[in-house]
């Protein structure tokens, strides 16, 4: 009785030692499933880049094919950004009629950096500048009165998109740049000169 006691032992204690090594190689084998088929930040970056290129060329379509005046709001602070259109009484509303238009935010890891000056291929004479837009495309404070209780307008966009098919110079940048991990920084740019479709520069070590 006692040999095969200490027989039954040895062999419930084996049993559990291999349970144990089966799952710890289980574990093991879902981590790698895991971190095979999760992107890298430069191809998450990549993507959201071209996400960006691919809904501003059809708002550029619907622009011209609907002949209205739109544009594109991008808030740096919550890196995140919108499209809009000039309604029936020259006010900037949020584009609602697609919901591929609606507020876009990027991941928490990455950022948005909006340039629309001392662009590389700006020049004096430049149809979209400062002076040249048209009035009637900002907005008109005069319409607001004091004390009035309205709701509060949206800022106008910082790019215009005509329903002629132009657009206002622009370039913007979508950043990786971690602070707590040994990845290394990454940038894309995407650049609107007077038309489309936008040009994609990346994937770029630092912005000049």
């Known amino acids: 009785m006692t040999m095969r006691t200490s027989y039954s032992k040895a062999v419930g ?3 559990i030692e ?13 981590a790698v499933v895991l971190n095979f088929s999760s992107e890298s930040p430069e191809q998450a970056l990549k993507k959201q880049t071209q996400r960006t290129a691919v809904i ?7 622009a011209v094919l609907n002949q209205r005046q739109l544009g594109l709001r991008v808030d740096q602070e919550s890196n995140s950004y919108y499209f809009m259109a000039l309604n ?3 006010e900037w509303v949020k584009l609602d009629q697609d ?3 609606e507020e876009h935010t990027l991941p928490e890891s990455f950022s948005l950096s909006l340039s629309l000056t001392d662009l590389p291929w700006e020049n004096d004479n430049n149809l979209f500048s400062s002076d040249g837009l048209d ?6 404070n005069d319409r607001v009165e004091i004390g009035q209780e309205e709701e509060k307008k949206l800022d106008p ?10 657009i206002t110079p622009f370039s913007l940048a979508l950043s990786y740049e971690p602070e707590f991990s040994r990845d290394l920084p990454v940038h894309f740019r995407l650049n609107g000169q007077d038309s489309i479709p936008l040009i994609i520069e990346g994937p770029l070590d630092a912005l000049n």
Do not use: H, R
């Open 13 to 15: 204690f084996t049993l």
């Open 18 to 30: 291999v349970m144990v090594v089966i799952f710890i190689m289980g574990i093991a084998a879902s």
């Open 56 to 62: 501003f060329n059809m708002a550029s379509d619907f």
């Open 88 to 90: 029936e009484e020259q």
């Open 99 to 101: 919901k591929i238009f």
């Open 135 to 140: 009035e009637e495309l900002s907005l008109d």
């Open 157 to 166: 966009p910082q790019i215009f998109i005509f329903s002629s098919g132009e």
